[in-house]
């Protein structure tokens, strides 16, 4: 019996010196974000730590904010990210109560007899035999959780990342609308002053002076709505990067990037999708583990409880007495029947999530391919056909009307289409990069769904600006 109580007490002296994995976690979450995105990230473990980041955060703030800053801003200062290490050390914990030996059960009675004089004793010390025979499946249960939490981190700073670039994409899409209805605004007052003059001379009708002042009041209309709409661009924006107080005092680069020459590489992105997709990984451990869970439910059935230890009795004045102990369920009710039922249900869901998942970011793949090829296509031809065109359009209007072949109508329409051509294409390249932003989302192994929105954002953008 010295033995068995040896064993017992040495198993849980092991049991306890193990060290929690949640630090592990945490490196392996910031491996995996230099290998999946090439940007670094730091867990501030303390107010050192976080002041160092702030002002990490000032320096880059202090330039003009392009996506790469916003991007670098957002590891460094949302507090999602943070998050995520604290989440990790939570999971890390979980790990550790999985796998530990449950401790040994002592139990002491002592007795007095009614008559008098010393008590009798009686001493016990138990332990689960069945929990240290399960151990080994209770670690590989508890090392897939542990893996699909890491995937959950990870699949989060994903997320940080990819909102940061979409809030900047839109805020600077934004201010762009803002810019250039600004100078259309100017544009059309120097006209509206024009016409007054050219009426006040008797040269033209007091019906062109109106239709010209309606084109005036109708582009500051949409500066006004689009200026409404770059302060709650830019507010999100200050979301985006977990921004308040002093730091949202920043300035944008003042242009969305141009198309680039190369098209991007979209024709492989569906099985780099499903190959890297974060959302797979995390069901694929938690199937494991449910598998494993099934597995042990069975095992279990008709032996849920099994204890061995020792006991000692001491009678009152006499020795001791010492033996074996054992103690287990008879099945006689319940044998299992609710566990493995449990069990099985979980498994089946959790196989059926992984598949409409897999079917899911296939989907968004391919969605993302074709939405980055049609967009680059449609700012390619606002950029080199609607722009050039609108602007041969004005100036031979403009040419005519100054010869007299052109009425006052035409170069109303000749500078409506010049403003709506501007938007259009403004509009275009915020889709282009929103489009390049969820494929890239995917690519990492994101979820990718909120940059997948497809509409004509040309006539979206123009409506939101205020037109129709």
Known sequence: MRATVCVLLCTLAASGCASLPGEDSRDRLEESAVTRTGETLAHHVDQAALDAAATEVERLLA?????????????????????????????????????????????????????????????????????????????????????????????????????????????QADAQRVEMLTRSVAATEAAVATMDALYSAGNVHRLAVARERQLHEDTRLRLFRAEARAQTSAEALNRALGLWDAQTEWALTGRLPELPETPARVDDLEREATDNSLALAALEHRVHAAGRRLGVADTTALLPKLEVGVTAERERGGGWERGPALEFELPVFDQGQGRRARARGALAKLQHEWWQQAVEVRSHARVAAYHVEAAREQAWHARTVMLPLSAEVLDLTVRDWNAMHAGPLELLGARRAQIEAGLHYIASLEEYWTARAGAEDLRRGGRGAHALEFADRSTGSADAAGGH
């Open 63 to 171: 330039e003009p904010l392009d996506r790469e800053r916003a991007v670098r801003i957002a590891l460094l200062n949302h507090r999602d990210v943070q998050a995520q290490f604290a989440a990790l050390e939570v999971a890390g914990g979980e790990y550790f109560d999985a796998v530990a030996v449950r401790n040994p059960v002592l139990d002491v009675e002592a007795l007095w007899p009614a008559s008098g004089g010393g008590p009798a004793w009686e001493l016990g010390l138990s332990q689960s035999l069945l929990g240290l025979l399960m151990r080994p499946s209770r670690r590989q249960i508890a090392g897939d959780a542990l893996a699909a939490a890491e995937a959950d981190a990870m699949a989060a700073v994903l997320d940080v990342m990819r909102e940061a670039e979409l809030a900047w994409v839109r805020a």
